[in-house]
């Protein structure tokens, strides 16, 4: 899967980067973004956690 974060909705709250660090980070605005152009099959779980849990639902499968 791949995953992307809509500059527009993210409000820079944090919950994608600490459920799941090693397919989100900040960039240079602030804002989360995916630091992984596909994520690792042992990732998935995690980063569909993150999708879930986005309070504006930023996150979507790409
Ligand atoms: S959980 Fe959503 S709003 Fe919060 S930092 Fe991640 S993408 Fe942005």
Same mark, same amino acid.
């Given at each position: 899967m791949r995953v992307k974060v ?15 660090? @090693? +397919?989100?980070?900040?960039? $240079? &605005? ?7 152009? @596909? +994520?690792?099959?042992?990732? $998935? &779980? ?17």
């Amino acid at each position: 899967m791949r995953v992307k974060v809509d500059q527009e909705l993210c409000i820079s709250c944090g919950a994608c980067i600490d459920t799941c660090p @090693e +397919v989100f980070d900040w960039n $240079e &605005d602030d804002k989360a973004h995916s630091i992984v152009d @596909e +994520v690792p099959a042992e990732m $998935e &779980d995690q980063a569909n956690e993150a999708l879930e849990s986005c309070p504006t639902e930023a996150i979507s499968e790409d």
